[in-house]
């Protein structure tokens, strides 16, 4: 019988695939990598018998990098990086996800490919067929591979996809190829050449990257003109006249003054002396209107992602995940579209019957259907995906909070679009007073239409309806004139923001909420409140020195005659080669005026922040020059010694201090410690040899806990106790600098072990070791502060065997005391069986000889 591997995006994906083709008859098992199950059943393609498996990837299976010796950004000149030659990397080496693929796809007759439906998928369909195709059996035949195109998980969606297979599409794979290669040459040597000048002179720029990408930067681009309107803005006084009449019911109504504003107080003034003379308000003229608000168009990505961030205060790179999330799991139909059209056989009352049930908006769907489908306003077909609708109906238990919000928006707006126009009087009554015209307007509504499920577009339910005749007679209240300032606009929201990007074509549906996230990640803008993007000074300086040297390194429009010959690849009409060298040329010659232009950012940078020699303060000796180097805070994390003019990095995210003056034994640099708190990751290290490690197998930005010294009492050798069962690789080597709460840790990964706290000393007996193959560690404390059994104040024994360690002892995941990135929570008693560290050789000194560089 013969065989097909079906291959989708994500695991939970499969499952759901798996579960509609199977008619919930598929068995499950774990892959060689555990972490995408395959699911096996028995079924027709083309007619004859075949047993289907069916996996997945998680995202790209590949990525594109520098060879190896490219990403020394010590080594490497940014310049070399336009031309120096790239590779496809593994994109998760841990998962092993090509070698799982080819695995299952031995002796395979055919491949379907259930990758998402937009360039993107597309690129990873041929990730996938370069994976197996040495497997497969025959794969160069034709109608060998297939590709499902689908917009929704549901059995209608999948069951017709697998009916009308068709082939992937190589163009527009490439088209994200070229992308990729662009964006991975022109922002890495841009990012290097700005990172390394200016972290290299300023101590306060709060950002480890000092980034540049063709998309990211007219995106901060715009933010910034905004400000600059902002700044430049310079408000003006005027005045309006104010006044209030009695109606004949006693009502006092404000009257809006026709001629608006004023500018000129004295001419203000004189309007308002004239009509203090004046005790009545004649009714001129009467007019009535009925009005339509039109109902919304059909939702796509731009318009989810505007209206979450205006109405349901998500920025849009979070609402992308929930939407991503809600439609693997069945609630929604494919989120990226910029579609907002739906086809003439879309089953609009199919989808709404599905809703019907709803607790939260049965009611109007019912009346809905009772009163009879509107036809949907004609929007944009972009030939991409239908429009973002609801497939399954969910209730609040089902979703967590932001989840649940953003569903309820869809089905609103879903059910928003085949409803009635809201339809309703505008009402406008113009009053006479003296020469002045002044009016009074309000409207009355006929048919709430779309927005009685969609409340927040309804009418204001307090505007003040009062019956007037014409000619009608009204006294008086109160005439005055209120003073006003003409004020600036406001700072983008990211709603304003969304909309300029797709104006001027920078980033895609899937792209854009990535953009704007980067600029809020790297620092360049804030997000304050009703999530208006605020620049930081790093922010403005960084676009005012790009306008100095190149404008067009800021202006969307080198961006979009990009995105437009990416366009031309994927439809064929554009040869790949040639627009990749062209525009990698055409920036390089903008890198190299950039270069010789930086003096032109750098004094804008001289004004805006301090120097390294000017900031931080004294935390640990120098081993060179003996004097103290000084601690800067503000991110990136680094230590600077100002008389050998040296940077050295530090760990990221925690807190870093100096650790008992004592020295490295390699270099005379005092030590420091860096932590995330006391139940997060801690170890000691030497700031020379973090940077320029010691050893030929000791890594860059390597701690104490990981340093190759045989003999130095803060190394791994001497506090090595045990292999790391959690992790490949790892050792759980003792923090020497941790006490009084004295932690354990694995060097790889964030295990963590806590354990005799207020011990006075704790060391590990190298020369004695359990039968489990760890270190024993010997345990001392104060005769006052012992927690020891029988009161003892000594005692050696193993971590994991030693049973009257056990209440001593917990285990935990690594836990940050303030937010760090990767940082992960767990809790559990320790249950470990040490496999034993690695052993320093016999001869420890000809081995330091060997290892040094």
Same mark, same amino acid.
């Given at each position: 019988m013969k065989t097909a591997l079906m291959v989708a995006e994500k695991p939970s994906l499969a499952a759901?695939?798996?579960?509609?083709?199977?008619?919930?008859?598929?068995?499950?098992?774990?892959?060689?990598?555990?972490?995408?199950?395959?699911?096996?059943?028995?079924?027709?393609?083309?007619? *004859?018998?075949?047993?289907?498996?069916?996996?997945?990837?998680?995202?790209?299976?590949?990525?594109?990098?520098?060879?190896?010796?490219?990403?020394?950004?010590?080594?490497?000149?940014? /310049?070399?990086?336009?031309?120096?030659?790239?590779?496809?990397? /593994?994109?998760?080496?841990?998962?092993?996800?090509?070698a799982m693929l080819a695995c299952e796809a031995r002796g395979v007759d055919f491949l379907i490919l259930w990758l998402d439906c937009d360039k993107e998928g597309e690129n990873i369909c041929f990730e996938v067929i370069d994976a197996v195709k040495s497997s497969m059996k025959r794969p160069g035949e034709v109608n060998r591979i297939w590709r499902a195109k689908f917009s929704a998980i549901t059995a209608k969606d999948i069951k017709g996809a697998m009916e009308r297979l068709d082939f992937p599409n190589r163009n527009e794979a490439m088209s994200v190829d070229a992308r990729q290669e662009l964006d991975l040459r022109i922002g890495c040597s841009f990012t290097r050449f700005q990172t390394k000048y200016f972290q290299g002179k300023y101590g306060d720029l709060d950002s480890s990257l000092i980034s540049y990408g063709p998309c990211q930067t007219p995106t901060?681009?715009?933010?910034v003109q905004r400000h600059?309107?902002?700044?430049?803005?310079?408000?003006?006084?005027?005045?309006?006249?104010?006044?209030?009449?009695?109606?004949?019911?006693g009502q006092d109504v404000v009257l809006n003054w026709e001629k608006g504003r004023c500018f000129e107080r004295d001419a203000s003034n004189s309007l308002l002396q004239a009509l203090k003379k004046q005790q009545i308000a004649t009714v001129v003229s009467i007019t009535q209107q009925e009005k339509s608000k039109q109902r919304p168009?059909?939702?796509?990505?731009?318009?989810?992602?505007?209206?979450?961030?205006?109405?349901?205060?998500? !920025?849009?790179?979070?609402?992308?995940?929930?939407?991503?999330?809600?439609?693997t799991q069945g609630y929604i139909s494919y989120p990226r579209t910029e579609t907002s059209h739906y086809s003439d056989n879309f089953e609009l009352l199919g989808a709404l019957r599905t809703l019907q049930k709803s607790n939260e908006w049965g009611q109007e769907i019912r009346q809905v259907l009772n009163n009879g489908l509107t036809r949907p306003r004609n929007g944009k077909d972009c030939g991409d995906h239908p429009p973002i609708t609801p497939t399954m109906l969910a209730s609040r238990n089902e979703l967590d909070g932001d989840s649940w919000k953003l569903y309820d928006f869809i089905v609103r707006h879903f059910v928003a679009t085949i409803s009635k126009d809201c339809k309703y009087y505008?009402?406008?009554?113009?009053?006479?007073?003296?020469?002045?015209?002044?009016?009074?307007?309000?409207?009355?509504?006929?048919?709430?239409?779309?927005?009685?499920?969609?409340?927040?577009?309804?009418?204001?339910?307090?505007?003040?309806?009062?019956?007037?005749?014409?000619?009608?007679?009204?006294?008086?209240?109160?005439?005055?004139?209120?003073?006003?300032?003409?004020?600036?606009?406001?700072?983008?929201? /990211?709603?304003?923001?969304?909309?300029?990007?797709?104006?001027?074509?920078? !980033?895609?549906?899937?792209?854009?909420?990535?953009?704007?996230?980067?600029?809020?990640?790297?620092?360049?803008?804030?997000?304050?409140?009703?999530?208006?993007?605020?620049?930081?000074?790093?922010?403005?300086?960084?676009?005012?020195?790009?306008?100095?040297?190149?404008?067009?390194?800021?202006?969307?429009?080198?961006?979009?005659?990009?995105?437009?010959?990416?366009?031309?690849?994927?439809?064929? /009409?554009?040869?790949?080669?040639?627009?990749?060298?062209?525009?990698?040329?055409?920036?390089?010659?903008?890198?190299?005026?950039?270069?010789?232009?930086?003096?032109?950012?750098?004094?804008?940078?001289?004004?805006?922040?301090?120097?390294?020699?000017?900031? !931080?303060?004294?935390?640990?000796?120098c081993g060179k020059c003996r004097r103290y180097m000084k601690l800067i805070i503000a991110k990136p994390s680094r230590l600077h010694c100002s008389h050998c003019d040296e940077t050295y990095n530090l760990p990221q995210n925690g807190n870093i201090r100096i650790y008992k003056e004592l020295k490295c034994p390699l270099d005379d640099f005092e030590l420091v410690t860096w932590s995330t708190g006391n139940k997060g990751r801690s170890y000691p290290l030497c700031p020379y040899c973090y940077n320029q490690p010691a050893f030929r197998d000791m890594k860059k930005h390597s701690g104490c806990n990981l340093c190759l010294h045989p003999t130095c009492p803060q190394g791994f050798?001497?506090? !090595?106790?045990?292999?790391?069962?959690?992790?490949?690789?790892?050792?759980?080597?003792?923090?020497?600098?941790?006490?009084?709460?004295?932690?354990?840790?694995?060097n790889k990964c964030d295990v963590i072990f806590h354990l005799f706290e207020d011990a006075h000393?704790?060391?590990? *007996?190298?020369?004695?070791?359990?039968?489990?193959?760890?270190?024993?560690?010997?345990?001392?404390?104060?005769e006052e502060r012992t927690?020891?059994?029988?009161?003892?104040?000594?005692?050696?024994?193993?971590?994991?065997c030693c049973e009257e360690f056990g209440y001593l002892v917990e285990k935990f995941r690594a836990q940050a005391s303030k937010p760090v990135f990767n940082s992960r929570q767990g809790r559990g008693k320790a249950k470990h069986k040490g496999k034993g560290k690695p052993k320093p050789p016999k001869d420890k000194m000809a081995q330091l000889a060997s290892y040094f560089v």
């Open positions: 759901s695939l798996a579960n509609i083709l199977s008619n919930g008859r598929s068995n499950s098992r774990k892959s060689m990598n555990s972490a995408c199950p395959v699911h096996e059943w028995s079924g027709t393609l083309f007619g *004859e018998p075949v047993i289907f498996k069916m996996t997945s990837v998680c995202g790209h299976v590949m990525t594109l990098d520098f060879n190896s010796k490219f990403n020394n950004w010590d080594k490497v000149d940014p /310049e070399e990086l336009f031309s120096c030659p790239t590779e496809k990397k /593994e994109a998760s080496p841990k998962l092993r996800i090509p901060l681009g715009f933010c600059d309107e902002i700044r430049r803005f310079k408000p003006e006084p005027y005045w309006v006249i104010q006044v209030t009449i009695q109606s004949k019911d168009l059909a939702l796509n990505s731009v318009e989810l992602m505007r209206a979450a961030s205006t109405g349901l205060g998500m !920025g849009p790179h979070h609402a992308m995940q929930l939407a991503e999330r809600l439609y505008s009402k406008t009554v113009t009053f006479k007073i003296g020469s002045e015209m002044f009016t009074y307007n309000w409207r009355t509504l006929i048919d709430a239409g779309f927005t009685a499920i969609t409340p927040w577009k309804a009418l204001p339910k307090n505007e003040l309806a009062v019956n007037f005749e014409r000619d009608e007679k009204l006294n008086i209240k109160d005439a005055r004139l209120t003073d006003h300032m003409t004020s600036p606009p406001g700072y983008l929201t /990211e709603s304003e923001l969304i909309s300029m990007m797709e104006k001027h074509g920078i !980033g895609t549906d899937a792209s854009i909420p990535v953009h704007i996230n980067n600029i809020s990640q790297r620092n360049y803008v804030t997000v304050a409140a009703g999530r208006r993007l605020v620049p930081t000074n790093l922010g403005i300086v960084l676009v005012h020195g790009y306008q100095k040297i190149d404008k067009q390194l800021v202006e969307p429009t080198m961006r979009s005659t990009i995105e437009d010959q990416l366009n031309l690849i994927a439809k064929g /009409e554009a040869n790949y080669d040639r627009v990749l060298r062209q525009t990698i040329e055409a920036f390089r010659q903008k890198y190299l005026y950039f270069v010789k232009s930086i003096e032109a950012m750098d004094s804008l940078f001289e004004v805006s922040f301090t120097t390294l020699a000017a900031t !931080g303060k004294a935390l640990s000796r050798y001497v506090n !090595g106790i045990a292999s790391c069962l959690q992790c490949d690789n790892g050792v759980l080597v003792l923090d020497p600098s941790s006490g009084p709460k004295w932690k354990v840790g694995c000393k704790i060391t590990v *007996e190298e020369s004695k070791e359990c039968d489990c193959g760890a270190q024993l560690l010997k345990i001392e404390y104060k927690r020891l059994p029988r009161d003892l104040i000594e005692m050696t024994g193993c971590l994991f």
